[in-house]
Nanobody
Framework: QVQLVESGGGLVQAGGSLRLSCAASEGTFKNYAMAWFRQAPGKERDIVSAISGSARDEFYAEAVKGRFTISRDTAKNMVYLQMNSLKVEDSAVYYC???????????????????WGQGTQVTVSS
């Protein structure tokens, strides 16, 4: 059972930056694909970014390309989401997700992942 704990959310003005962190309890962290999803009130949970276990493969939603960067530190069992040039429409609860998978795999649908964190709120003001 993998436990995921997100941190780093908060209130920021448009144009600002935040870095989200996700701490994973699993010791063989490199065997897990990781992803960040977000969900705004009344909307579906959408993929933001994903990274394979090997970190050789990454995915970004079109809405965040060029502004967000996903990374992972296998030694620390951590995944990060660096968010720059934040927009009001980036406001949402951000969730970290994990799934044990081949080293080059990542998923882009919430059904692809079976471990989830509790979420961290990101609010971007205008």
């Amino acid at each position: 059972q993998v436990q995921l704990v997100e941190s780093g959310g908060g209130l920021v003005q448009a144009g600002g930056s935040l870095r989200l962190s996700c701490a994973a309890s699993e010791g063989t962290f490199k065997n897990y694909a990781m992803a960040w999803f977000r969900q705004a009130p009344g909307k579906e949970r959408d993929i933001v970014s994903a990274i394979s276990g090997s970190a050789r493969d990454e995915f970004y939603a079109e809405a965040v390309k060029g502004r967000f960067t996903i990374s992972r530190d296998t030694a620390k069992n951590m995944v990060y989401l660096q968010m720059n040039s934040l927009k009001v429409e980036d406001s949402a609860v951000y969730y970290c997700a994990a799934r044990r998978a081949d080293s080059r795999w990542f998923g882009t649908s919430f059904q692809d992942y079976n471990y989830w964190g509790q979420g961290t709120q990101v609010t971007v003001s205008s």
